[in-house]
Each structure stands twice: as structure tokens, then as C-alpha cells.
T-cell receptor, first 117, second 118 residues
Framework: AQTVTQSQPEMSVQEAETVTLSCTYDTSESNYYLFWYKQPPSRQMILVIRQEAYKQQNATENRFSVNFQKAAKSFSLKISDSQLGDTAMYFCAFMKHYSGNTGKLIFGQGTTLQVKP | GAGVSQSPSNKVTEKGKDVELRCDPISGHTALYWYRQSLGQGLEFLIY????????KSGLPSDRFSAERTGGSVSTLTIQRTQQEDSAVYLC????????????????FGDGTRLSIL
């Protein structure tokens, strides 16, 4: 079975600074997808960034980038130039690649990020 | 376009009552998922529908939980004889295709239903 672990329940960062959220996972699969989702107080889960395990290059979306270390099973999220609107709970998630894939996401426990003015 | 719509937004009910939660996915999305988020926790997979295939019910926590998807569109999650531990936010998501045959398709989430059992 796959598991996802986020070891930082809460973090804070000053506006305009950079913060890194940690995520580790456990799987015997060789190919899979990893995601970071953001959940603001409005409750809606918003996809921030995704990474395909067979791609060596780290994914980047504007101010958001990941550090994907496949051997270490680590998938951290870096937020640059933090903004007040980045305040939210962040979830790391895993999905098996298609091979009897049901498409379900396996989530970590989440990290609450507070961006301070 | 319209996103995933869930209703009601909030539901308060007494222990032992049955509840129905509704999800209206994005038009054209063949895959639909239900997740449960307990207070301060991550999301827990409940059930997955893909087109007309038999659903993956492997995440349903007990036989009090059931779900159906009519006409490949709207889905209803039913909890019978509710218990206090059922209190949570129930989130629905949809994607173009959940099989991976057309590549990974991101899941789009609704705002959820907050269920409170008294």
C-alpha cells in the first residue's frame, strides 16, 4: 500500500520570502504521479503542481516548484515570493500510473501554511 | 465553465438519521470520486466511478455508506444510521478520465459538504 507523510503540521513565512514544505511517500510502484494541492478556508481543493515520476525534470508553475528525489521518495514544494493569498492548508498526494489505476489520490495529513504580512 | 457542484454546503442532523449528499460533476467528466476529510486530517478516498464500469468501493468505511451515479453524471452519497464519527467534510471530485488511458487527468474538486452529527 502507498502512504504519504507530511511531517510539518504548521509552518509560517513572512510575505515575499521563500518557504519549503516537505513530503515523503512510500510505494513499490516504479511509475506514478505526485501532486500538491492547496486548500484555503473556502474548502475547495486547488491543484498547485504535479510531477510525473518518470520525468527527471522538476515541475515548476510560476512561484511554485518542486524538488523531486525519486530514490529518496521525497517531493517537497517550494513557494517563492510568498503572498498573503498563499495562506492555506497544503496537501501532498500520490496516484499510481495506469496499470489497473483507479485514479484515486492518496493524501498526506497536510501542512497549514500561514503567510505573515 | 461551471465547476463541481456539491449540495448541501452544510448539513446538521441527529445521530441515527440517514443523509444524502449530492455531487454534480463538470460536464463531460467520466470519472467521479468521493473523499472524506475529518477535522484536521487529510482526505480519505471513499469511492470512484468511471463511466459505466462497476465502481471502486474499496474506501467505503462501512456498509452504512453507499453511493450511486445516475446516467453517468450526478452522484449521491448516502450514509444510513449516521454516527458521530461520520462528522466530516465530504468532498467530491471529477476528472475527464480516471483510467490513465488518455494520460493523467487532474481531479477538480467541489467545495464539499460539511456534515455534523449531533
Amino acid at each position: 500500500a502507498q502512504t504519504v507523510t507530511q511531517s510539518q503540521p504548521e509552518m509560517s513565512v513572512q510575505e515575499a520570502e521563500t518557504v519549503t514544505l516537505s513530503c515523503t511517500y512510500d510505494t513499490s510502484e516504479s511509475n506514478y504521479y505526485l501532486f500538491w494541492y492547496k486548500q484555503p478556508p473556502s474548502r475547495q481543493m486547488i491543484l498547485v503542481i504535479r510531477q510525473e515520476a518518470y520525468k527527471q525534470q522538476n515541475a515548476t508553475e510560476n512561484r511554485f516548484s518542486v524538488n523531486f528525489q525519486k530514490a529518496a521518495k521525497s517531493f517537497s514544494l517550494k513557494i517563492s515570493d510568498s503572498q498573503l493569498g498563499d495562506t492555506a492548508m497544503y496537501f501532498c498526494a500520490f496516484m499510481k500510473h495506469y496499470s489497473g489505476n483507479t485514479g484515486k489520490l492518496i493524501f498526506g495529513q497536510g501542512t497549514t501554511l500561514q503567510v505573515k504580512p | 465553465g461551471a465547476g463541481v457542484s456539491q449540495s448541501p454546503s452544510n448539513k446538521v442532523t441527529e445521530k441515527g438519521k440517514d443523509v444524502e449528499l449530492r455531487c454534480d460533476p463538470i460536464s463531460g467528466h467520466t470519472a467521479l470520486y468521493w473523499y472524506r476529510q475529518s477535522l484536521g486530517q487529510g482526505l480519505e478516498f471513499l469511492i470512484y466511478f468511471q463511466g459505466n464500469s462497476a465502481p471502486d468501493k474499496s474506501g467505503l468505511p462501512s456498509d452504512r455508506f453507499s453511493a450511486e451515479r445516475t446516467g453517468g453524471s450526478v452522484s449521491t452519497l448516502t450514509i444510513q444510521r449516521t454516527q458521530q464519527e461520520d462528522s466530516a467534510v465530504y468532498l467530491c471530485a471529477s476528472s475527464l478520465d480516471g483510467t490513465g488511458r488518455v494520460g493523467n487527468q487532474p481531479q477538480h474538486f467541489g467545495d464539499g459538504t460539511r456534515l455534523s452529527i449531533l
